[in-house]
């Protein structure tokens, strides 16, 4: 059974980079896309990116000028950068297992972390 | 404001059915794109529910369904349990924004 678990600080400052891991376990991270997705308190779910063990990435136009993943593969890891963030970067933020079916371009997602809390705020 | 609108609420009786709708555009559903759905119980991470617009993952049961027509989806579950009380939400890929986009959730209450 394969689980995620996202990592990284509860608090950060604005204007400052939020950077959150995740480690996949149960299953090898080779030969997948992965995601991270996020979700403000009361709110719905905003895609903000993927990445191909590869390295290939698309991202969330609406972000892609303050993001940047990456994947380590030898930790079974991805990470997510996310650069200069205000008050409304304030979301549970999800990692995701991706996969494609004929009929999406970008996929969905079958396996998802438990979330992590990250705070905007000075 | 979602890109794929679905209803905030709704609501039935245990042993019910009810349908939640997922309305996209040319840009998204109908335009071909497959939905799927997911159910989010309170203070727990989304889980996939249905996937490719009808199919459903091992372990789903078969009270949940769906189907897809035009711009819209559909969500149908049947034999209403308390346990299906949660947040559902669509998903497809939208070419106009080159992204993948998320409805903007649908709060299911089991009356």
């Known amino acids: 059974q394969v689980q995620l678990q996202e990592s990284g600080p509860g608090l950060v400052k604005p204007s400052e980079t939020l950077s959150l891991t995740c480690t996949v376990s149960?299953?090898?991270?080779?030969?997948?896309?992965w995601s991270w997705i996020r979700q403000p308190a009361g709110k719905g779910l905003q895609w903000i990116g993927r990445i191909y063990t590869s390295g290939s990435t698309n991202y969330n136009p609406s972000l892609k000028s303050r993001v940047t993943m990456s994947v380590d593969t030898s930790k079974n890891q991805f990470s997510l950068k996310l650069y200069s963030v205000t008050a409304a970067d304030t979301a549970v933020y999800y990692c995701?297992?991706?996969?494609?079916?004929?009929?999406?371009?970008?996929?969905?997602?079958?396996?998802w972390g438990q979330g992590t809390l990250v705070t905007v705020s000075s | 404001q979602s890109v794929l609108t679905q209803p905030p609420s709704v609501s039935g009786a245990p042993g019910q059915r009810v349908t939640i709708s997922c309305t996209g555009s040319?840009?998204?559903?109908?335009?071909?794109?497959?939905v799927h759905w997911y159910q989010q119980l309170p203070g727990t991470a989304p889980q996939l529910l249905i996937y490719?617009?009808?199919n459903r993952p091992s372990g789903v049961p078969d009270r949940f369904s769906g189907s897809k027509s035009g711009t819209s989806a559909s969500l149908a579950i049947t034999g209403l349990q308390a346990e299906d009380e949660a947040d559902y939400y669509c998903q497809s890929y939208d070419s106009s924004l080159s992204g993948s986009v998320f409805g903007g959730g649908t709060k299911l209450t089991v009356l």
């Open positions: 490719g617009n009808i």
């Open positions: 149960g299953g090898s991270i080779s030969g997948y896309y």
């Open positions: 995701a297992r991706t996969l494609v079916s004929h009929g999406d371009y970008l996929g969905y997602f079958d396996y």
């Open positions: 040319s840009s998204n559903i109908g335009a071909g794109y497959d």
